[in-house]
């Protein structure tokens, strides 16, 4: 069992940056794929960045040039640099994983989830 803990969220102003990182536990973190994604209330969560076990990463359009998906598999830490942050990027970010299984890491059905971090942008 996969278990996910974010850090890094906080308050910034707009044009700013912050860092999210992501412990994992309870798996060999370089079998699992691993995402960040976001939600804010009475929205549909949207996936922000993808990441494969060979770091081979994907970035949803609206973050993509401002924020960067990175992991350390030794480290089993995952992390979410943000710059230019936009109020519209104010959310609930989640850390989530899944097993890789040979797919491609760019999916909504991801199994394991943290509790989340909130980022908020004024």
């Known amino acids: 069992h996969v278990q996910l803990v974010e850090s890094g969220g906080g308050s910034v102003q707009a044009g700013g940056s912050l860092r999210l990182s992501c412990a994992a536990s309870g798996y060999t973190l370089n079998m699992l794929c691993m995402a960040w994604f976001r939600q804010v209330p009475g929205r549909e969560r949207e996936g922000v960045a993808y990441?494969?076990?060979?770091?081979?990463?994907f970035h949803t359009d609206s973050v993509r040039g401002r924020f960067k998906i990175s992991r350390d598999n030794v480290k089993r830490m995952v992390f979410l640099q943000m710059n230019s942050l936009k109020v519209e990027d104010t959310a609930m970010y989640y850390c989530?994983?899944?097993?890789?299984?040979?797919?491609?890491?760019?999916?909504?059905?991801?199994?394991?989830w943290g509790q989340g971090t909130q980022v908020t942008v004024s």
């Open positions: 989530a994983a899944v097993r890789a299984d040979g797919r491609s890491c760019v999916r909504d059905e991801y199994a394991y």
């Open positions: 990441i494969s076990p060979g770091s081979i990463d």
